[in-house]
């Protein structure tokens, strides 16, 4: 791998390297962030759409710049961080190449240390998409052996504009005092609301309100007023191996919309939160030595403001949760670390909720996230599968794309994420390594932070005494047995606590699709392409009779009801 090769000065000599410049018309004061430099011999895309950790991936270098100031040039060359390769495996030829600068803020965090982090401008920490990013049109050049090509940043990413409100979806942002006091600047939670059918006629009525949990929603998603666009060009899902994937979502998302205002649907409001970070597109939920307060605020600044200005219930009995993935995780996180305050979660193909199973690493008995190792061989961990079992990529290798995206857990990608929510803050104010991200070797008390604050299936069997009686009933874990990123086997665990140790009995439900890969959420009648875009349906009636069942006296089940 790269690491190798960057310590050959005899290869170092004979590789190109890039000379990256400012355009005068975009000069800025000084600069901190990553610079990338990425090659690709794929005409289609500019190449900063072409990476990824798989066998497709393009190629990119990445080197930290600071105090980047105007009228001088930064260089890549063979000491910086490749992926797939490093520069001087580079074969001679023709390549479209594009730099691209990610630009860093300087906070003052309340913990008295001073970072240099990625704000999100509302695009969901895409780094590739960010608005204010300066990088270069796609460039056809020549690669040799030697010399070196000059690069110039002449754009910009433009800003993003903000969604409008509609007759049943609303957006809200506040500044949030915690994560403002914490972060040393104004930092903001929002949401987008979906209001049900008749709330303007019923101004009397008050609603159960569920937290649909999961990545940077850019608006509302999955809700379509209007019929499918018959204009609409067909895609191709590369996933599901499917033409047309963009139609079939428009039809279940105006589907939704016809059963949302429709005479039967139950009437509650949903929101979609926005909590994006300097680390990620959000904030898993929950408190954080290196995010901040996210849980608290989240629960006592921006859900109560929710429910005031659209007419929420209030009360844990009438709240619910559920998500897929991230969002899987967070749905169950906060029905366990907030345990009065909802009266259910449904968390689907959740990121590990045991790390004895983080992925295919066991975090307390492994000595090496990349490897099994044995006396005398070792094996590479897979990464990512198919339904099949074809492995597409290794841990390792999504760790070093990593590596090249970010350092200092910066990459805003799922390995560096993790570790910044669960993490014990660093002596340099960034998240402590779970692992070497160059070797893989496990820090056995790094894991032992993470165990007793976010393991969730070690905090339920720590606390099921008091824990418990608040949950009994509550927890809906569903996940198919063939997860792209083996987020079932974690669940296998969990199970064994719900189903076989818990007592008082947890009287969780847990369930399985066979075959079913990543983002399965319970319908196994439907093909995973279908039943993704079936969050919103699928859990209503578990929580009205959670609801019927579960209520103090004097609850309001009558005003919402019409």
């Known amino acids: 791998m790269w690491r190798v090769l960057v310590g050959s000065l005899s290869l170092a000599a004979l590789a190109a390297d890039f000379s990256v410049t400012i355009a005068p018309s975009r000069q800025q004061p000084s600069l901190d962030g990553r610079l990338l430099v990425i090659l690709s011999t794929d005409p289609k895309a500019e190449p900063r759409f072409q990476l990824n950790d798989g066998p497709t991936t393009q190629l990119v270098f990445g080197v930290d710049v600071e105090n980047w100031k105007p009228g001088t040039a930064q260089t890549v060359d063979a000491k910086a961080q490749g992926w797939p390769i490093g520069l001087a495996q580079v074969k001679p030829g023709e390549y479209f190449v594009q730099a691209l600068l990610h630009k860093y803020e300087t906070?003052?965090?309340?913990?008295?240390?001073?970072?240099?982090?990625?704000?999100?401008?509302?695009?969901g920490q895409q780094w590739n998409r960010a608005p204010g990013n300066l990088y270069s049109k796609p460039a056809k050049m020549t690669i040799t052996a030697k010399g070196r090509l000059k690069l110039e940043l002449t754009e910009e990413i433009p800003p993003i504009a903000e969604p409008k409100d509609s007759k049943y979806i609303k957006h809200l942002k506040i500044q949030s005092p915690m994560l403002t006091k914490f972060w040393g600047r104004p930092m903001h939670l929002g949401a987008h609301v979906l209001l049900p059918?008749?709330?303007?006629?019923?101004?009397?009525?008050?609603?159960?309100?569920?937290?649909?949990?999961?990545?940077?929603?850019?608006?509302?998603?999955?809700?379509?007023?209007?019929?499918?666009?018959?204009?609409?060009?067909?895609?191709?899902s590369e996933r599901f191996k499917l033409e047309g994937y963009n139609r079939i979502q428009q039809q279940e998302a105006h589907d939704f919309y016809k059963k949302w205002t429709g005479p039967n649907f139950p009437r509650m409001i949903i929101i979609q939160i926005q909590h994006a970070n300097p680390y990620y597109d959000?904030?898993?939920?929950?408190?954080?030595?290196?995010?901040g307060p996210y849980g608290d605020a989240i629960m006592k600044e921006l859900l109560p403001e929710i429910e005031k200005r659209y007419r929420g219930i209030g009360q844990g009995w009438a709240r619910f949760t559920y998500g897929g993935s991230t969002g899987g995780w967070e749905a169950l996180a906060v029905q366990v670390l907030y345990p009065d305050e909802f009266n259910g979660t449904f968390a689907a193909c959740p990121d590990p909720i045991d790390f004895r199973a983080y992925t295919t690493i066991d975090l307390y008995g492994d000595k090496n996230a990349y490897f099994n190792e044995g006396p005398h061989r070792r094996v590479a961990r897979p990464g990512r599968r198919n339904y099949l079992g074809h492995v597409t990529a290794t841990v390792q290798d999504m760790n070093l794309f990593e590596l090249v995206l970010g350092t200092k857990s910066r990459s805003g990608q799922q390995y560096?994420?993790?570790?910044?929510?669960?993490?014990?803050?660093?002596?340099?104010?960034?998240?402590q390594r779970i692992f070497d991200k160059s070797t893989g070797v496990i820090n056995p008390e790094v894991a032992k932070y993470w165990?007793?604050?976010?393991?969730?299936?070690?905090?339920?069997?720590?606390?099921?005494a008091t824990l418990g009686p608040k949950v009994r009933g509550k927890i809906h874990l569903y996940c198919g047995d063939m997860d792209n990123f083996y987020l079932n086997n974690a669940v296998y665990l969990m199970e064994d606590f719900l189903k076989k140790a818990a007592n008082p009995p947890a009287e969780a439900i847990v369930a399985y699709g066979d075959r079913f890969e990543h983002c399965w959420n319970g319908?196994?009648?439907?093909?995973?392409?279908?039943?993704?875009?079936?969050?919103?349906t699928m859990y209503v009636d578990k929580m009205l009779k959670r609801m019927e069942a579960n209520h103090p006296p004097g609850a309001d089940l009558k005003s919402w009801h019409y």
């Open 107 to 123: 906070f003052r965090r309340a913990d008295g240390h001073t970072v240099k982090l990625p704000m999100d401008r509302g695009e």
């Open 197 to 236: 059918e008749g709330f303007d006629q019923h101004p009397e009525a008050r609603y159960p309100v569920v937290i649909f949990h999961g990545h940077f929603p850019a608006d509302f998603e999955g809700f379509r007023a209007e019929p499918p666009d018959p204009n609409l060009k067909a895609d191709y």
């Open 282 to 291: 959000d904030s898993y939920a929950v408190n954080s030595q290196n995010l």
């Open 416 to 431: 560096d994420i993790w570790e910044a929510v669960y993490s014990p803050v660093g002596p340099d104010g960034y998240p």
């Open 451 to 464: 165990r007793d604050n976010f393991d969730l299936r070690h905090i339920l069997e720590r606390d099921w």
């Open 523 to 536: 319908d196994s009648n439907q093909p995973n392409y279908i039943s993704r875009l079936r969050y919103n």
